[in-house]
């Protein structure tokens, strides 16, 4: 899934820094997967020179993280479910 979603990003125009995956195979064990496991991942893979950080998948529940993850690396984080609702 994320060699696809890179290629899409990068098809579309976006610069990706650094891009990171849990190694999960099956969609319905990302949303087995804790607000704080998520907020880990996201912080030890930062990339300072990163405009910002988009956090992909629809099983995650990525939207506790957002607001402590925007704080704490001075920069926009959105994720699969902020960005339909205009969080970009």
Not at 46 to 72: H, K, T, Y
């Amino acid at each position: 899934m994320q060699a696809a979603e890179e290629r899409f990003f990068q098809a579309n125009g976006s610069e990706l820094i650094k891009t990171e995956s849990m190694g999960i195979e099956s969609g319905i064990n990302y949303a087995k997967v804790p607000p704080g496991e998520i907020y880990k991942l996201c912080r030890e893979n930062w990339a300072e020179e990163a405009e910002g950080m988009f956090v992909s998948c629809m099983n995650f529940n990525a939207m506790p993280c957002i607001g402590p993850l925007e704080r704490d690396l001075g920069k926009p984080v959105v994720s699969s479910h902020s960005a339909p609702c205009g969080r970009f």
